[in-house]
């Protein structure tokens, strides 16, 4: 059974500060593939990485930047100098090969006050 | 860009009432999903749908049941709605990155959202 916890229900931080999201995740499969996604106040739900288990490497975008550690089973989320339209409940998701279902963890919800 | 679309935001239903949401995408993907999202418990997945007039059963498909007659368009219907499904409903698609191995861990795209409130 896969699983993936995000222990942080709730994150206030004020805005330019770095933040940390940090997501946990449990598999057998060698081959899986992680994802975050962004879910403003409107509710649709933004894709903004997906990471396959053999790419370790850090990745940014701009402000946004991930941490995979797979002897941690850890893919974590910074964004750096937050701004207020970061506020948001992200999720992180995995799936593992062949397989069609996402796991989602339970969500951070994120308030970035100005 | 991917674009799923739902047909209602808001919702409001009686109890008993035969419930209908539907969901269109327009970019040609094979894989549909329909999730409810509550407090406290995420996202769970009802049902999806891998092709044309194929389904199968997601976490919680109980009361529940689904329609894909064109590749576009993935229905959900609550055949007798009741107060505990009361709930925002995504839906989301996908087309699998085919390598030698089959598909291997789709993005899946989402729709904005229904937020169904039976009373």
């Known amino acids: 059974a896969q699983k993936v916890t995000q222990a942080q229900t709730e994150i206030s931080v004020v805005e330019k500060e770095d933040v940390t999201l940090d997501c946990v995740y449990e598999?057998?499969?060698?081959?899986?593939?992680l994802f975050w996604y962004k879910q403003p106040p409107s509710g649709e739900l933004v894709f903004l990485i997906r990471?396959?288990?053999?790419?370790?490497q850090n990745e940014i975008s701009g402000r946004y930047s991930w941490n995979f550690q797979k002897s941690t089973s850890s893919f974590n989320f910074t964004i750096t100098a937050s701004q207020v339209v970061d506020s948001a409940v992200y999720f992180c998701a995995l799936t593992g090969a062949g397989s069609y279902q996402l796991t989602f963890g339970k969500g951070t919800k994120l308030s970035v006050i100005p | 860009d991917v674009k799923v679309t739902q047909s209602s935001r808001y919702l409001v239903k009686r109890t008993g009432e035969k419930v209908f949401l539907e969901c269109v995408q327009d970019m040609d993907h094979e894989n549909m999903f329909w999730y409810r999202q509550d407090p406290g418990l995420g996202l769970r997945l009802i049902y999806f749908s891998y092709d044309v007039k194929m389904k199968e059963k997601g976490d919680i498909p109980e009361g529940y049941s689904v329609s894909r007659e064109k590749k576009e368009r993935f229905s959900l219907i609550l055949e007798s709605a009741s107060t505990n499904q009361t709930s925002m409903y995504l839906c989301a698609s996908s087309t699998p990155y085919l390598t030698g191995e089959g598909a291997q861990g789709d993005t899946q795209y989402f729709g904005p959202g229904t937020r169904l409130t039976v009373l």
């Open positions: 990471r396959n288990s053999f790419d370790e």
């Open positions: 598999t057998r499969d060698t081959t899986y593939y």
